[in-house]
C-alpha cells in the first residue's frame, strides 16, 4: 500500500464501475445465429450450382460465403469469451477476443480475394464454357438471402468491430452477387464467358477493401494506439488547463475493445490544491467531453515526491531546445527519461 496516496486520498482513482455497450449481448447473439442458418443453407446449395454451371464467379461467392459462416461463429464464440467476468491473469476478462475474431475475419477476406484473383487472371487467358441461365437464376437467390441475413446481422450492435467484421462479411456477399448476376445477363446475352471473370475481380477489390480495413482497425486496438477521433495532446492541454493543475505526464489513451476507450495519467497539483475536486472534474471532463468513463488518474501535490516529470524536471534550469525537458512554444516539454510521452503544462496565461 502507497502510504502518501491512502494518506492524501489521491492515489488512483476509477470511473464509474459500470458501463453499457448498447444492445444485449443475447439479443446480438439471436440474430446473429438466424443470419448464420440462412447462410450455410443457401452455401451447400450454391456450391453444387456452382459446379454444375462452370461459374467460377458462383463458387466464389460460395467460398466467400463460407468466410462468412466462418465469421458468424466466430462473433459468436468471441461474445461468449467477452461476457465472461475477468479473474486471475485476465484483468479486462476476455473482451479482446472479439479484436482477434474481427483480425480474422479481415485476413481470411484478404487470403481468400488473393486466391480468387489468381482464379480469375486465368480464367480470363483462357476462359471455360458457363451456362449464364443457371447463374442468373443463383445469383438472383443470393441477393435475397444475403439482403435478409445483412438485415439480421444489421440490428445487433454493429458498434462492436467484432459485429461490424461479419457486417462486412456479407454486405460485400451482396455487392458479389449483384455482381455475378450482371455478369449472368452478360453471358446470357452475348455469350461472352470472360464475364464470369471479370465479376470475380470486382468481388475481389470489394473483399481487399473491407478485410484491409478489418486488420487495420483491430490492429490499432493490439498496438493499444488512441481511438480514432481522440487526440492524446488535446486531451493533455485540456486537462493541464483545469483548476490547480501544474503538470500532467504519463498520459496514455487505448481501447480496451470496441466501443471502450480508456485512459490513464499522472497529475500534479499546485500545493493547497484540492486533489480530490481536480479528479472529480477530470473524470467529469473526460466522460462528457470525450466519452471516456474508464479512467485511471493518479493525482499528487508537487513536492510530495522526487520523481522525474514531477518536482525536479519542474525546477531543473531549461535544457536546451531539443534536449529532454526543452520547453516548446506551447508550454509543453519533450518527454523526459522516466515519464512516456509529452509532458503537458499550462501555458503562460493559465491559471
Not at 439479443?27 to 454444375?52: K, P, S, T, Y
Not at 465472461?84 to 491473469?89: H, S, T, V
Not at 451456362?131 to 438485415?151: D, E, F, K, P, S
Not at 500545493?271 to 475536486?277: I, L, M, S, V, Y
Request: hydrophobic share 50%.
Amino acid at each position: 500500500m502507497n502510504t502518501r496516496n491512502q494518506e492524501h486520498g489521491h492515489g488512483h482513482a476509477h470511473g464509474p464501475a459500470g458501463h453499457s455497450h448498447g444492445v444485449s449481448a443475447d439479443a446480438d447473439r439471436r440474430w446473429l445465429g438466424g443470419a448464420l442458418a440462412l447462410i450455410i443453407a443457401f452455401m451447400a446449395a450454391e456450391v453444387v450450382v456452382g459446379v454444375v454451371a462452370g461459374s467460377l464467379a458462383l463458387i466464389s461467392d460460395a467460398a466467400h460465403m463460407l468466410t462468412d459462416a466462418a465469421s458468424i461463429v466466430l462473433a459468436l464464440v468471441a461474445m461468449r469469451l467477452a461476457a465472461r467476468p475477468a479473474r486471475g491473469g485476465f484483468t479486462y476478462g476476455l473482451k479482446r477476443a472479439e479484436i482477434l475474431s474481427a483480425q480474422a475475419n479481415g485476413l481470411a477476406l484478404l487470403l481468400l480475394g488473393a486466391w480468387l484473383a489468381y482464379e480469375a487472371v486465368r480464367r480470363l487467358v483462357s476462359p471455360p464454357p458457363v451456362r449464364g441461365g443457371l447463374m442468373l437464376a443463383t445469383a438472383l437467390v443470393g441477393i435475397v438471402i444475403n439482403v435478409l441475413a445483412g438485415w439480421f446481422i444489421s440490428r445487433a450492435n454493429r458498434t462492436s468491430l467484432n459485429v461490424e467484421g461479419a457486417y462486412q462479411h456479407i454486405l460485400n456477399d451482396l455487392f458479389a452477387f449483384i455482381g455475378t448476376a450482371i455478369a449472368a445477363l452478360v453471358v446470357v446475352l452475348t455469350g461472352w464467358a470472360r464475364a464470369d471473370a471479370v465479376a470475380t475481380l470486382v468481388v475481389v477489390a470489394l473483399m481487399a477493401r473491407a478485410g484491409y480495413g478489418l486488420v487495420r482497425d483491430s490492429g490499432r486496438i493490439f498496438l493499444e494506439a488512441a481511438p480514432a477521433g481522440l487526440d492524446p495532446d488535446a486531451i493533455g492541454d485540456e486537462l493541464v488547463a483545469q483548476r490547480s493543475v501544474v503538470e500532467v505526464h504519463d498520459l496514455h489513451v487505448w481501447t480496451i475493445t470496441s466501443g471502450e476507450p480508456a485512459l490513464s495519467a499522472h497529475v500534479l497539483v499546485e500545493p493547497g490544491g484540492d486533489c480530490h475536486a481536480v479528479r472529480r472534474n477530470m473524470q467529469r471532463l473526460l466522460s462528457d467531453a470525450h466519452g471516456i468513463s474508464h479512467a485511471t488518474l493518479q493525482v499528487d501535490h508537487l513536492g510530495e515526491d522526487a520523481e522525474p516529470g514531477g518536482l525536479l524536471q519542474i525546477t531543473a534550469p531549461p535544457a536546451s531546445p531539443g534536449e529532454p525537458g526543452a520547453h516548446g512554444a506551447d508550454g509543453r516539454t519533450s518527454p523526459a527519461d522516466d515519464t512516456h510521452g509529452p509532458v503537458h503544462r499550462p501555458g503562460p496565461h493559465e491559471h
